[in-house]
């Protein structure tokens, strides 16, 4: 999972990239730490690129996202935020949720 640092690096990945998954965390987060590697492992089974941001270190992509609480997982195509799990993550809900994003990205249908 690749790490954004900055906000000017999330406004890069948000306008260059056409689909990706975020997710959130913050410190001293245990819900968070024990989602991550469950996350993490389906990046493998994806065409598009999932990345990771601690809300304390990056504060203005909690302010743009509207995040109030950690750890999110938000799924983005072309732009648009597509799907939002907060706090709780049903993990076949967000399986689901993802292989739609690659039909959304497959153009060929």
């Known amino acids: 999972m690749k790490e954004i640092t900055s906000f000017d690096e999330w406004q890069h990945v948000l306008n260059e990239t056409p689909q990706f998954l975020l997710f959130v965390k913050t410190n001293n987060c245990s819900v968070c730490e024990g989602l991550y590697p469950q996350v ?58 993802l292989d739609e994003l690659v039909q959304w990205g497959n153009t060929d249908a």
């Open 40 to 97: 993490a492992a389906l990046e493998s089974n994806y065409p598009f690129d999932f990345y990771r941001v601690n809300a304390a270190e990056v504060p203005e992509m909690a302010g743009q996202l509207s995040l109030f609480t950690a750890p999110v997982v938000l799924l983005f195509n072309e732009q648009k935020e597509l799907t939002r799990f907060a706090r709780i993550v049903p993990m076949n809900d967000l399986k689901k949720r």
